[in-house]
């Protein structure tokens, strides 16, 4: 596989694969029903989704329970969480690559980044976000760690891993035909439904 950066080498590869063994299970599975009923209350009717970064599909499992006709769609970079992936959502729906490669010749309801943007090279953090306007019909949910300015922090023992700034805050000075419709935090201290203290924004194409 070609690859731009060595962070997009670094989830497709072993650590990766671990991550998987960290992120499953029928309590985070809850948490993320009550996250996405929360986060997307404001949104209207959808058909459609495309989640960039799925790993083996937690989030798109929640979405089917409150939306059980959406079509789910993803990119994952990972092979063997895009396998497991192709397990809950149809195989053909399933891109194994990096967002940096991802053709967009679709256009979605909605298209999510969780916990994604946050491990993005931020030197190529407009090309995802070109990736994001092009693949978005109506909804972007943006939900990852947030900070006012750029900040590099440690990542499980990795440094130029972990990348909190104000992503959302960049995608709509970016592209002015998008306006923010909806904003929260999930708390990780939330005894019901902990997130990873996750800043999410709903912005709407106009």
């Not at 079509?71 to 149809?90: D, T």
């Not at 053909?92 to 979605?108: A, G, M, P, R, W």
């Amino acid at each position: 596989m070609n690859y731009k950066t060595n962070q997009e080498e670094f989830w497709a590869g072993e650590f990766g694969c671990d991550y998987i063994q960290r992120n499953t299970g029928k309590h985070l599975l809850a948490s993320n029903l009550h996250f996405f009923a929360t986060a997307l209350r404001t949104a209207a009717r959808l058909s459609n989704c495309l989640e960039l970064g799925a790993n083996v599909g937690m989030n798109l499992r929640a979405l089917a329970l409150l939306y059980p006709n959406l079509n789910l769609h993803a990119v994952e970079i990972n092979p063997e969480a895009a396998k497991q992936l192709s397990q809950i959502i149809p195989e053909q729906n399933v891109v194994c690559d990096s967002i940096l490669n991802y053709k967009h010749e679709t256009q979605f309801d909605l298209v999510i980044t969780k916990g994604v943007l946050i491990h993005i090279d931020p030197h190529h953090l407009g090309d995802v976000y070109r990736v994001l306007e092009k693949t978005t019909r109506r909804y972007l949910l943006i939900a990852e760690y947030y900070n006012p300015t750029p900040v590099e922090l440690p990542y499980r023992g990795h440094q130029g891993k972990l990348f909190k700034r104000d992503f959302a805050g960049e995608f709509l000075e970016t592209y002015p035909h998008f306006s923010l419709l909806d904003s929260g935090f999930a708390y990780r201290r939330n005894t019901n439904a902990p997130q990873d203290d996750i800043n999410w924004f709903l912005i709407e194409k106009r």
